[in-house]
């Protein structure tokens, strides 16, 4: 018989455009061999340019998806993307407490790509305390990990603060790891910086593309969470997350009248696999 597939869980919400959210997730982590198993903590009404509408879940539904998957399957990593209310942050908590050996990639979903607010002040606290310290690696860009960084503080410095200021105080709030993205960052290159307790441990800098992108985020925490489950190390898994989102940006393509979406299945349309090498 064929070894089985690695499962991945997911929780998030869903995006009829899959060019984001639950969708998103479930065609990365299918596209890099592993069988993605999803909780839905919302379903959203948006398009390529936005968030119009969101139904969250009852917690009590949230937590009856997630038992009734975890109880059938041996899971190997978990990911966590938007949680739609405090109640879900607080449920999912207590469900990822009983599996503290499974890595957990948490996107620090905090707003669309439009800036639609997609997590509110009582939401950040929560997943402050409660899902950071159970984190193993978080993958906030830039913009996010200033406003979770100084999160109820009185500091006026918030926009410009440097990175492994805001990287620091994250670890602080008891995250293993932070992979912060610079998309948001006005350099000429994107540089993805990975710090742990120790510091900076390593920083890629990427070609910066011209589009705007619907869904990097998704894909990219999703990435690493599949390459984890395969086995890889967190820097590792860090590594080759990287490179299979940014080919996926490279091959995006603009189905509607917003953001490209990632191709997440690029290597089965096209011989010739974008390339490119962190520098």
Not at 6 to 20: C, E, K, M
Not at 148 to 160: I, T
């Amino acid at each position: 018989m064929a070894q089985n597939p690695p499962v991945v869980l997911t929780f998030a919400a869903t995006d009829p455009t899959s060019g984001a959210g639950l969708q998103a997730d479930v065609l990365t982590l299918s596209s890099i061999g592993c069988h993605p198993v999803s909780v839905v903590t919302a379903i959203t009404v948006q398009d390529t340019l936005g968030v119009d509408n969101v139904l969250v879940f009852d917690a009590e539904w949230v937590e009856a998806q997630a038992r009734a998957v975890l109880e059938d399957m041996e899971v190997a990593a978990f990911k966590i993307g938007m949680l739609g209310s405090v109640e879900n942050v607080a449920i999912i908590a207590e469900i990822l407490a009983d599996y503290p050996d499974i890595p957990l990639i948490m996107d620090t979903v905090l707003a669309s790509g439009r800036g639609d607010e997609l997590a509110s002040e009582e939401m950040q606290g929560a997943m402050i305390d409660l899902l950071l310290p159970q984190a193993t690696l978080i993958t906030p860009n830039s913009l996010e990990a200033r406003r979770l960084a100084f999160f109820d503080s009185d500091e006026e410095n918030e926009a410009d603060a440097p990175l492994i200021e805001c990287a620091t105080r994250l670890l602080g709030m008891g995250v293993e790891y932070v992979l912060v993205t610079g998309t948001h960052e006005r350099t000429q290159d994107v540089t993805n910086t990975l710090y742990g307790n120790n510091g900076l441990i390593k920083a890629w800098q990427w070609e910066r593309l011209p589009d705007s992108y619907h869904g990097s985020g998704c894909t990219l925490a999703s990435a690493i969470a599949a390459c984890l489950a395969h086995g890889l190390t967190l820097e590792e898994a860090v590594a080759e997350g990287q490179e299979y989102t940014w080919a996926t940006l490279k091959a995006a393509f603009r189905p509607g009248m917003g953001q490209y979406i990632p191709d997440r299945l690029f290597w089965a349309r096209d011989e010739d696999e974008p390339e490119s090498e962190p520098h």
